[in-house]
């Protein structure tokens, strides 16, 4: 999977670094002083990178866990957190804003896992009982990345279960658009752990989702998860508004909604292209094998988004068909 594996020279001895480097048996190794030294280096081509895969096992430092920001939904929790075991996704979305956000498309798995736990344990514990009892902790792992596409994903995964059995107020978000099937057949559903698929129209897919498995695979995906008893959120973000894309979304929903059952959805989340602006003229300068970066965008605060007339009048269409198949109060804007 991966042309060559960095690893630092404090990461080596660890469980995990082991495990990840036996199943990559043919991958050169290098070790490196400190994962920044790869990973931050300038002049990086990303493009070039994303043909050539490369991982680099390193010990994360603290903090281990991080406010989540005002730009991503917090799905009605006061306390919204995110954290990151990996950075960096095995695929490749024309849109992703970490395009901008690091200077590497390669990918970087934190293997200190048991430090990531006593830090999220810690949250738990110094919020208050009142706050506890309003199941108010929201933790994103997957906002760097996308760990069930992961090959090794299930050991970080594994060590959020721990997490979610012990602490049920906290509510973990695994977002993803993997097809990979066999991870629901040999793990245990959790009310607190939810999986949340991105999914998108077919010709966005095709168009933008460079990697990534069709929709129809998806949604196979998240049957199989229902079937099981996973709590499962829809994620329908970022959406994008243009006549090439408008005709897409009636029958792009109906084709959801018909393959599944709306009874077994915990929510739905809807949301339109976003992006911090700094990350984006960093992604527009690099990505010319988009149009995504030249289209008529506001500038809000530092975030690049759609005029707000344009949401207004498209998410007044999208809401009228989404809520033919899902309660209006199941779905987060």
């Known amino acids: 999977m991966y042309h060559v594996i960095y690893i630092e020279y404090a990461a080596r001895d660890y469980p995990l670094a082991k495990i990840i480097l036996g199943s990559n048996p043919d991958a050169p190794i290098i070790f490196v002083r400190h994962y ?176 990534t498995p069709s929709l129809a695979a998806r949604i196979r995906l998240i049957r199989t998860a229902m079937d099981y008893g996973f709590p499962i959120r829809l994620c329908f973000d970022p959406v994008f508004i243009g006549p090439e894309f408008d005709v897409l979304y009636e029958s792009f929903y109906t084709e959801v909604f018909s393959s599944l059952d709306s009874s077994k959805i915990v929510d739905v989340s809807h949301g339109f292209f976003r992006m911090n602006e700094t990350f984006f003229r960093r992604i527009a300068r690099v990505r010319q094998d988009t149009n995504i970066y030249s289209d008529d965008y506001t500038h809000q605060n530092g975030i690049v988004t759609y005029p707000d007339i344009c949401q207004e009048n498209t998410r007044r269409e999208h809401m009228r068909i989404l809520e033919q198949f899902i309660p209006k109060e199941k779905i987060f804007l």
Request: hydrophobic share 40%; proline share 6%; charged share 20%.
């Open 36 to 211: 920044k030294d790869v990973f931050n280096r300038p002049h990086q081509n990303q493009l070039w990178q994303r043909n050539h895969p490369f991982l680099i096992l390193a010990v994360k430092e603290p903090p281990f866990l991080y406010e989540g920001p005002e730009i991503c939904q917090n799905f009605g929790t006061p306390a919204f957190f995110y954290t990151s075991f990996l950075l960096n996704c095995p695929f490749d979305c024309k849109y992703c804003y970490l395009q901008g956000m690091y200077p590497s498309s390669g990918q970087v798995a934190f293997v200190n896992t048991d430090d990531f736990l006593s830090a999220i344990a810690c949250l738990a514990q110094s919020l208050t009982c009142e706050t506890l009892q309003t199941n108010a902790i929201s933790l994103a792992a997957s906002y760097d990345t996308d760990l069930l596409a992961f090959e090794n994903a299930s050991f970080y995964i594994d060590a959020l279960d721990e997490v979610a059995a012990k602490y049920p107020q906290i509510h973990i978000e695994i977002r993803t658009k993997s097809a990979r099937a066999d991870f629901f057949h040999t793990h245990t559903p959790r009310k607190n752990m939810i999986y949340a698929f991105s999914l998108a129209p077919d010709a966005v897919i095709r168009k933008n989702e460079n990697r």
